[in-house]
Every structure is written in structure tokens, then in C-alpha cells.
């Protein structure tokens, strides 16, 4: 929709014309569509400029008690065997909801197609069906949003299918606070019920959760509300979600989180768990009640359906007790299991494989050498799915075929791979690829990897073997070679030797992503081709079997062509991650590696030693107008090697210098000691 300068010079004729939004509107219960169009006269009027509106009037005549019936007074289906209709009823019939299925068809046929639906009241309920519908692939039409007026969800046993998972759609709802016709309890229903999960996470890498759960969800394009701000003093988040199908896509991806639980109650404590998840029972209300930000309550009250979902008697289910900080026998886990005896579950219980999985948890905080008596909070729900640790131990470089001094750990790995947002199809690039364990993370999700590097012997898999004991690399190992032991080498395109400060790539070749880890001088050398003498020349009769010779690669111009380079050849959008070493006190966020056309999303620290640390940075390209950019001058005094040592070697000084004075010390009171005694 364009919107225009009413100062332009230019001539109206000139200006682009706006087009209209089409919309079908749908009247409510004992309407029709010309009365529909004169009641919201005043919003035709503020509409007219952005939307042509169609009003369609419902096949049923409505008739009185003595069997009379008006011409304009319409029902779009009846829920009651006397054909009549009230939002209030659950459980009714739907008759005469097939007539006007096609009666719609038939509209949308002659008219259409149609950018959005309208609904007022029983109208409302039926653009909410007609949404369920499409997403199911039940409609030979589509819409793309839905407008609600007093909405609300049919009652009729032949619709209860047809919410059986949350509907996206873009919508608008509007309801009265006062109406008692349609209650703002039933209009709240048809809202996309967010729901509450519960997001465990591994007690590890804590400074990388929030960045790898933020790039997961921009990658899916997903919504998330925090019930909770994330802190790193707790190993759970508690969110909302808009459907569970959002939580597994999630969970697909994450390698930090361990599970994920759809949470029916949680509180400080055991009784007052029981209390909530009694009170859940009888929450008609579609909603939570308490737990929002502004409630500090320990009233958690989750909707009755989470439970009634779970409570058909073909459903098998299990209930699992875990805890974090503390350890319980068999025993008491069974004593806490049957507690939850008047849960509404009408399954059998089964230990292997069940239906339904649910899971009592309890938090001791995270120091096992101070754990209270009582746990700090009780959470309760069902179990809907674990997150890629599995991963780990899968792509462990332990089990991995070919491997370096350098070769980056499996879960960081895939957390860059996470950040970088790799999708399939996605082509992959590392230019300081080592032995490739970038590429394997990446490749995992779908992309095409491609790398490069300065060390010829290590992409010829011809370097010193890494692991104790074994003294010639085997044929099978190189970066191929760990593709196809994944079961990946159909998304290997290649690795190349070359020096990543020469230009190499054609200047319109793109990526989705680059993932990669520099060497920073200390167990790898930095380095690029070059010589220090002037002058040099090199005689034909030596290029055939020459090596070139390389110089100090410095780091501040590693990452400033590494940002440039990325600048060049990423797509819009796309991102660059790579780590950063530094010396922690020294640590300036302004002092980080800049370039205009990238932005920092995310920037997470791994603590290597008490003095050191690295920093995986993401940057996210925002612009394609890539200025010639100097070497950083706050990089340039970024010497990460030199410190490294001369911090090491500081270290080691005091160290000898503390203990001589300890060692003076005592041997003062050992005489002293001595003389006292003589």
C-alpha cells in the first residue's frame, strides 16, 4: 500500500494508485449482509480509501416461536435440533453449516479472490472456522488475515477437530468488556492460544543461551514472550509460545537446551503445586490466571484443556520426577508420583514408550555444596520434546576420523552453526577451515560447505597425527573423509589452499553464512604468503616445486579483512560468526572488531584461563554499499599473542615470588617455634 506526499510537486495523475484490499464480511446470528453494511457504516467510511468490502448474507432463515420466520433475519448453521443457534451452547450440532460452505465457495468464485475475511459474532466464530480450515488444506480458496468482531469458538462436536492445533493467521480481534451476549471469556478463546512451556537448558556454555535461542527463533521467524527475563542463575526459562509445533522446531535445533515441557503449574512449594494443578481442573477460562509479569502471586493456574488433551483413556502416560541439585531414592520419587492420584488421567500407565510423558521437577539452585533443605521452585507438565545433546557424543571429537591440534569442540560447533542460522541449501563458507569441524556442524543442518586454507599439509590430511600414541595419519582421514562418515559428503563441495589476505573469489560470488575460528598465534602461527627481504625474485627453473614463504599475519588485519570480506560476499541479511581472543581485563565492547556494513546481534564469552578469554561474535549484514575500510585502529593494538605470553610468563613470576615469600615465612615461625621450645 503506498502512502503519498501531499507536498509533491507532481501531478496527482503521476502518483502510484493505491490498491484496495478486498474483504468478504460476514454478518452475525439473525442478520443478514445489508443489515451487517449498515451498522458499521462509520468504519466503511474510515476504510473506503484501503479496503472494498463484500457483504454476503447467510443461507438460513431464522424463525420465531410460533414457526413464523423473517426473509432477513440469517443463520450460517443452527446448534440446537429446533434450528437455533447460541454462541454460549458446547456440544450441539452444526446444521446447515455444509450449505453455507458452499454458498461461500460460490462468492468467493464470482467475486474473489479475497485478501481477508470479516466476521461479526456467529459470523466471527465462522471466519475462525474457515481460518482452521485453510490451514488444514481444507479450502479450494485462501485468505491472508482474518478480522474478528465479538469472535469465539463453535461449541458444535463436528468443529472440535478443527482446533485441535493454534491457527496462524494474521487477525485482528475485537470484543466489549460489558457484552453478555458474547462473553470477553469466550471471545479470548479464539485468540492463538499462546502456551506455557517450560525450557530446561544444560548447565554449560551459559553466556551462549540466550544467543543461540534468539537466532533459532529469527531463523523460524518466531514469536516468543518471557514469562521470566532469562538470567544465568537459573538453567530454565519460562516462555510462551504460540504452538507446540514452534517449541519442536526449537528443540530441533538448540544443543544447549535438554527438554522442553508444556508447564501446567509451577510454585514454590509441593503443596502449593498440588493446589494449583487441582485448581486447573476447573479453569473454563482458556487462559492462565496468575503468572503474568506483573503478578507476583504464587497462583499458576494453566487452562483445563492441557489436561483434558492428555486424559483419554486410549492414552498411555507416564509421570517422571526429576531434580537439579538434589538426589532422591526410588522410593521417594514413587512417594511424590502418587501425589498427582486425582489428576483427570484415564490411560494406563506405561514405562516404555508411553503417550504421554509427564514430568515433575524440582530446583535446588545450582551450588551443590550449599543445597537447601526445600527447593527454590516445583514445575509440572507435560513433556513435549529434547533438545540435539545427543549431538554431542554423535559428532565427538573423540569418535571423529580426522582431527587437529585446533580442531573446534562438537557443541561449540554447532552453536555457531545455530547462530549463523544455517538452513538447508544454504552455501557455507569457513576460510580458516582447519580440519573442518565447522563444516560438519553446518552441513548437519543442510548447508554446503566450502572452505579454505593457508596450511597445505593439513587439507592434504599430511600434518603430524593429533592423537597420543598414533604416529601416520590412515587413509580415510581428511575433511572428506569426516563428511562421509557423517553421512554428509553429498553437501561437501570442496576445501582449497590459499592465503584468505589475496583476493581469490569472483567479486559476485554470495554466501548464506561464514563460520570460522582464525588462528591467534598461540598453538596455530598466524600467517600469509610473503618474504621480508626486498626485492626478491624467484628463477623459472624453481616455481615448479616452490613453496612460497609467509610472514606474520597480524591479527588486526585478520579481522578487518575477515569483516570486509564478509561485508563483500554475504547476502543481504545473512550472517558472519567467528571468535575473538583477548586478554579479559582488557575487555572493551567498543574495541571490538567494526565494520559499517555488518551489525553485532550477539557477542558471548568462553572463559579460556582467569586471563584469558574468546568471544564468538555474530555480526548481521545490513547494507550492500561497502566503503574502503582501514585496519580498526583499536584492533591495531590488539596483540593477543604477545599478551597471552607475557601474561603467562607474568603469572608464572608472581607465582614463584608469592610462594618463596610463604616459604620465608614459615621457616620465621619454624625458628621461632624452636626457640620457644628450647
Request: aromatic share 10%.
Amino acid at each position: 500500500m503506498s502512502e503519498h506526499n501531499s507536498n509533491s510537486n507532481q501531478s496527482t495523475n503521476n502518483k502510484e494508485e493505491i490498491r484496495k484490499l478486498k474483504i468478504l464480511a460476514f454478518h452475525g446470528y439473525r442478520q443478514n449482509g445489508t443489515v451487517f453494511r449498515n451498522k458499521i457504516g462509520s468504519f466503511r467510511k474510515v476504510v473506503s480509501k484501503y479496503a472494498q468490502l463484500t457483504f454476503i448474507s447467510a443461507p438460513h432463515k431464522v424463525f420465531n416461536e410460533d414457526g413464523g420466520g423473517e426473509e432477513d433475519s440469517r443463520s450460517w448453521w443452527f446448534n440446537a435440533e429446533d434450528n437455533t443457534f447460541s454462541g454460549k451452547c458446547l456440544g450441539g450440532p452444526a446444521i446447515g453449516f455444509e450449505d453455507s460452505l458452499h454458498l461461500i465457495e460460490n462468492v468467493v468464485g464470482e467475486h474473489g479472490p479475497f485478501d481477508g475475511f470479516m466476521g461479526f459474532s456467529q459470523g466471527a466464530c465462522l471466519v475462525g472456522l474457515l481460518a482452521a480450515m485453510q490451514q488444514k488444506g481444507y479450502l479450494p480458496y485462501t485468505f491472508k488475515f482474518a478480522i474478528f468482531a465479538s469472535g469465539f469458538r463453535s461449541g458444535s462436536l463436528v468443529h472440535k477437530s478443527f482446533y485441535d492445533e493454534d491457527i496462524h493467521l494474521r487477525s485482528l480481534h475485537v470484543y466489549g468488556e460489558s457484552d453478555s451476549i458474547i462473553p470477553k471469556e469466550l471471545v479470548t478463546r479464539l485468540f492463538i492460544m499462546w502456551r506455557r512451556y517450560l525450557m530446561w537448558f544444560a548447565h554449560e556454555h551459559v553466556d551462549f543461551r540466550y544467543a543461540e535461542i534468539q537466532s533459532i527463533l529469527s531463523l523460524f521467524d518466531m514469536p516468543i514472550k518471557y514469562i521470566e527475563k532469562p538470567c544465568q542463575s537459573k538453567p530454565y526459562w519460562v516462555v510462551e509460545l504460540p504452538s507446540e509445533e514452534c517449541v519442536k522446531k526449537i528443540a530441533s535445533r538448540s544443543v544447549l537446551i535438554k527438554n522442553c515441557i508444556e508447564l501446567w503449574a509451577t510454585a514454590k512449594t509441593e503443596a502449593r503445586l498440588h493446589e494449583n494443578l487441582k485448581s486447573s481442573i476447573n479453569n473454563v477460562s482458556g487462559n492462565w490466571i496468575g503468572a503474568d509479569k506483573s503478578d507476583n502471586s504464587d497462583s499458576h493456574i494453566c487452562p483445563r484443556e492441557l489436561l483434558e488433551a492428555c486424559s483419554d483413556s486410549g492414552k498411555s502416560f507416564k509421570i517422571e520426577v526429576e531434580t537439579f541439585c538434589k538426589h532422591f531414592t526410588m522410593k521417594e520419587k514413587v512417594d511424590k508420583i502418587e501425589k498427582f492420584s486425582y489428576l483427570p488421567l484415564k490411560g494406563p500407565v506405561k514405562l516404555n514408550n508411553p503417550d504421554v510423558m509427564l514430568s515433575y521437577v524440582e530446583f535446588y539452585g545450582v551450588d551443590p555444596n550449599n543445597v537447601p533443605e526445600h527447593p527454590h521452585n516445583l514445575f509440572f507438565g507435560r513433556w513435549v520434546a529434547d533438545g540435539q545433546r545427543d549431538l554431542i557424543q554423535v559428532h565427538s571429537l573423540k569418535k571423529r576420523q580426522f582431527i587437529g591440534n585446533t580442531s573446534m569442540d562438537a557443541q561449540l560447533s554447532i552453536i555457531m552453526a545455530n547462530q549463523a542460522q544455517v538452513a538447508q541449501g544454504h552455501a557455507i563458507l569457513d576460510p580458516f577451515v582447519g580440519s573442518g569441524s565447522l563444516l560438519v556442524a553446518a552441513a548437519h543442518f543442510g548447508g554446503f560447505v566450502w572452505g579454505s586454507d593457508i596450511d597445505y599439509l593439513m587439507l592434504h590430511s599430511r600434518s603430524r597425527p593429533t592423537r597420543v600414541g598414533q604416529k601416520v595419519r590412515t587413509k580415510d582421514e581428511s575433511i572428506r573423509g569426516n563428511m562421509d562418515q557423517y553421512g554428509t559428503k553429498s553437501r561437501y563441495l570442496d576445501v582449497i589452499v590459499s592465503d584468505f589476505s589475496l583476493p581469490m573469489w569472483r567479486s559476485d560470488l554470495k554466501f548464506d553464512a561464514i563460520i570460522t575460528d582464525p588462528p591467534y598465534g598461540v598453538r596455530e602461527p598466524i600467517e600469509r604468503i610473503g618474504i621480508e627481504r626486498e626485492n626478491y625474485t624467484l628463477s623459472d627453473a624453481h616455481l615448479p616445486n616452490h613453496v612460497p614463504a609467509k610472514v606474520e599475519y597480524g591479527l588486526p588485519h585478520i579481522y578487518s579483512d575477515l569483516l570486509d570480506f564478509a561485508a563483500r560476499h554475504l547476502e543481504m541479511g545473512r550472517r558472519i560468526v567467528c571468535w575473538y581472543p583477548l586478554v579479559r581485563e582488557e575487555y572493551n565492547e567498543e574495541h571490538l572488531p567494526f565494520h559499517p556494513c555488518l551489525r553485532l546481534v550477539s557477542n558471548s564469552e568462553q572463559v579460556l584461563s582467569k586471563l584469558t578469554a574468546r568471544r564468538l561474535l555474530t555480526y548481521e549484514k545490513i547494507s550492500d554499499d561497502v566503503p574502503e575500510m582501514p585496519v580498526d585502529p583499536h584492533a591495531v593494538e590488539h596483540n593477543f599473542r604477545e599478551k597471552y605470553f607475557t601474561v603467562g610468563e607474568t603469572t608464572r613470576r608472581e607465582r614463584k615470588e608469592r610462594r618463596a615469600k610463604e616459604l620465608i615465612a614459615n621457616s620465621y615461625w619454624i625458628e621461632q617455634s624452636k626457640c620457644k621450645n628450647t
